[in-house]
């Protein structure tokens, strides 16, 4: 399996960036699928969570200005950022599980079976 992040950037806050991570080789049918990201000098957390029946959670710091979906035939999963703020700052990892629900353990334990190599996203003030 083997998970690619793109559409990192620099950006003002307040502004937006799309996220996408492509997935080749997950064949199966149940997948838990995560955008997490790390900050400098802080652990990973999970921002994100989107389950295999297309449920969705967002840690409290993104919700209402972050959305995650996918796009099952494209083998994609996107992470719409609106209003960022500084503090969003990190590298952005694709995470997936193969798993039907992972909700809400994964939010606060993200224990993923798949990594990518992340993405950086930097928000200035």
């Known amino acids: 399996v083997q998970l690619v992040e793109s559409g990192g950037g620099s950006v003002q806050a307040g502004g937006s960036l799309r996220l996408s991570c492509a997935d080749s080789g997950f064949t199966s049918t149940n997948r838990c699928m995560a955008w997490l990201r790390q900050a400098p000098g802080k652990e990973r957390e999970a921002v994100a969570i989107i389950e295999t029946d297309g449920s969705t959670a967002y840690a409290d710091s993104v919700k209402g200005r972050f959305t995650i979906s996918k796009d099952s035939a494209k083998d994609t999963l996107y992470l719409l950022m609106n209003s960022l703020k500084p503090e969003d700052t990190g590298r952005y990892y694709c995470?997936?599980?193969?798993?039907?629900?992972?909700?809400?353990?994964?939010?606060?334990?993200?224990?993923?079976?798949?990594w990518g190599q992340g993405t950086q996203v930097n928000v200035s003030s």
């Open positions: 995470a997936a599980a193969r798993i039907r629900f992972c909700l809400p353990l994964y939010l606060s334990r993200p224990d993923f079976d798949y």
